[in-house]
């Protein structure tokens, strides 16, 4: 599962909102679609924890080589829920 994680990192110091983890998938998704990445470069889950890391989990036969090549439509999107949102990074584990 982990070649399949896309993390975000936001500002630890903004406050931790995990009602909008959903809000985000989706406009990632969207965004994908509008800027006509293949249909299947999609988020499936995304995840929120304590200290702000957002992990966004791909479609199953998505790589997270595959999912950085759209790491600037990814962040953009992300960063229309939420503004805290700073960087894109690839899962060391």
């Not at 990445?37 to 080589?65: C, L, Q, R, S, Y």
């Amino acid at each position: 599962m982990t070649e399949r994680q896309l993390i975000l990192r936001t500002d630890e110091s903004a406050p931790v909102n995990k009602k909008m983890v959903q809000d985000i998938a989706s406009a990632i998704n969207r965004a994908l679609f509008h800027q006509n990445a293949p249909a299947h470069i999609k988020i499936m889950n995304v995840t929120w924890d304590a200290k702000g890391v957002i992990t966004a989990i791909t479609h199953p036969n998505v790589t997270v080589e595959m999912g950085q090549k759209y790491c600037y439509i990814i962040i953009t999107a992300a960063r229309m829920v939420d503004k805290a949102v700073v960087h894109f990074e690839e899962n060391e584990s």
